[in-house]
């Protein structure tokens, strides 16, 4: 999976990190799977980071990470990211495709500005949410407001319609499910 990071974010990664960077080779289905762009915020004095998933605009919110986190990056994005699926209602069936189907975060610097759009949008929307409702970033629950950040409308650049990135998400996650069982039926068949 690609994590596409704005160099703020990017400058964060300790070196070991930026060594998996690595060029994405998928096509089809296992490409929109694949691309997610994110961001370094700072909120209330926390290091924060946004990730937008590409496709979907599904986003996903790691609050409060420390130096050591940015090591374990990979690791922080999986837990919200699959918790966050499961925050959002999604049938276990398509929570287990996203967990079989997650791959190590590879990072670069390489950016959409509609993606990036979205995710100023987002920055947006949490720090005023925070500050409406005094409430402390260090306090939230990362998947839940991961999901609710994820049940909106949202516009996306070329598209007439607004879309709901949850609703996004679970039409991809059944699709790459789907696109894995007619794989595996074929190796069955030969």
């Not at 374990?72 to 990211?81: A, G, I, P």
């Not at 920055?123 to 950040?149: C, F, H, M, W």
Request: aromatic share 10%; glycine share 4%.
């Amino acid at each position: 999976m690609i994590l596409h990071c704005t160099k703020k974010l990017y400058a964060k990664l300790p070196e070991k990190v930026k060594a998996t960077e690595q060029p994405a080779s998928a096509i089809g289905i296992q490409a929109q799977w694949l691309n997610w762009h994110a961001n370094l915020i700072t909120i209330q004095r926390r290091q924060c980071v946004i990730a937008v998933h590409d496709t979907t605009r599904f986003t996903l919110f790691i609050p409060c990470l420390t130096k050591k986190d940015f090591a374990n990056l990979d690791w922080h994005f999986n837990d919200v990211f699959i918790n966050t699926l499961l925050k959002s209602d999604l049938p276990p069936e398509l929570v287990n495709a996203a967990a079989t189907n997650y791959q190590p975060l590879t990072f670069d610097t390489n950016c959409n500005r509609s993606v990036q759009g979205t995710m100023n949008q987002v920055a947006q929307e949490i720090d005023y949410g925070l500050y409406y409702k005094n409430t402390s970033v260090a306090d939230i629950s990362p998947y839940r407001y991961s999901a609710d950040l994820s049940h909106r409308p949202c516009g996306v650049k070329g598209q007439k319609d607004y879309i709901w990135p949850d609703r996004e998400m679970r039409n991809l996650l059944s699709r790459l499910t789907a696109s894995s069982e007619k794989n595996y039926q074929g190796l069955m068949l030969h």
